[in-house]
């Protein structure tokens, strides 16, 4: 018998990540892999630039090639190839046509966005493109067989959406399922407060930037202060932005954050998926999100094992 044929619809370097190691547990499958596309309407936008900021635009389609032909991943661009027998992407905020009609696994990828006034009207307006509410929509498009969900508090999230139970399965996600494994690292620093900043400027979120590092150094409270930038945000405004308010403080564009926050005292966000990581660590965090809500919804720490998980949730909905 032929091997299953499996396409890969990556995103961020995150997801792309999550994605290859999904993949790697999955050697019985054809493996290709694509950066995320759409129909021909997010085509359009991403030629002129209306998507930049997504994960849909040129600069983060750009590093998610550098990284497939990096790894010497197989490519099909945009799913051309087609006669798939499995879809997995990271995410269902937009399925495109040429997939429709594939079962497919959904793979969650960490925070989603807080609920607000535009998500409450992409569902009460479900011709709207479910992107408009950034993340908040994610695992309520129906489209796909299976959601791997990074915790019971996400599933149960969904749940109160109306999809239905069968269909979201409890995996944790990788990157966030052994937050302890960032322990051990290289990174020369310890004993800092961490700034993980978002880049809700470059999503057209609001973001007070000056508040936020006003709000680090009295946390601080004299304390060795540091900044790890979001690789999507304007570097060159943000360094300025920090240098004339805490100009003692180091700030790193490049590295791992989970490194970073694993050698941290406080970890202070907005609304990254890094709060996770401190939580897990039992780091101090201080975060636009409640504790309480982090908690809850915490990605199950099954000891580097999600991949894998996710890998027989592929097998069973290719059965």
């Not at 937009?94 to 409450?120: M, T, Y």
């Not at 601080?220 to 945000?233: I, M």
């Not at 908690?295 to 720490?301: F, I, K, N």
Request: charged share 25%; aromatic share 10%; proline share 4%.
């Amino acid at each position: 018998m032929s091997r299953p044929r499996a396409l890969f619809i990556c995103g961020s370097l995150n997801q792309t990540r999550q994605l290859h190691a999904v993949s790697r547990a999955l050697p019985e499958a054809e493996a290709k892999f694509s950066p995320f596309y759409g129909d021909w309407d997010m085509a359009f936008a991403r030629r002129h630039g209306l998507i930049e900021a997504w994960i849909g635009g040129e600069k983060r389609r750009g590093w998610c090639l550098d990284y497939l032909q990096s790894a010497s991943l197989a490519i099909d661009l945009d799913g051309e190839s087609g006669g798939y027998d499995l879809v997995v992407s990271c995410t269902d905020l937009v399925v495109p046509s040429n997939v429709r009609g594939v079962p497919l696994v959904i793979v969650q990828e960490g925070i989603f966005d807080r609920d607000g006034w535009v998500a409450a009207l992409c569902r009460q307006a479900p011709f709207l493109p479910r992107w408009l509410a950034g993340t908040a929509l994610t695992g309520e498009s129906g489209l796909y067989a299976r959601f791997c969900a990074a915790s019971d508090g996400y599933r149960q999230r969904l749940l109160g959406f109306g999809v239905p139970a069968e269909r979201v399965v409890v995996t944790g996600i990788p990157g966030f399922d052994d937050c302890r494994q960032y322990l051990d690292n290289a990174f020369p620093h310890r004993g800092y407060v961490l700034v993980c900043t978002s880049d809700g400027r470059e999503t057209m979120k609001r973001d007070d930037r000056a508040h936020l590092i006003r709000r680090a150094l009295g946390v601080a409270a004299g304390r060795q202060l540091v900044f790890k930038l979001h690789p999507n945000e304007n570097r060159e405004r943000s360094r300025e932005e920090i240098r004339r308010l805490a100009p003692e403080a180091l700030v790193f564009q490049e590295g791992s954050a989970e490194e970073m926050i694993a050698n941290s005292e406080v970890l202070i966000t907005e609304w990254s998926s890094t709060a996770f990581v401190g939580m897990a660590l039992g780091k101090p965090v201080y975060s636009n999100f409640s504790a309480r809500e982090l908690r809850r919804l915490l990605p199950w720490q099954n000891g580097g094992t999600a991949a894998s998980r996710i890998a027989g949730v592929c097998r069973e909905v290719l059965s």
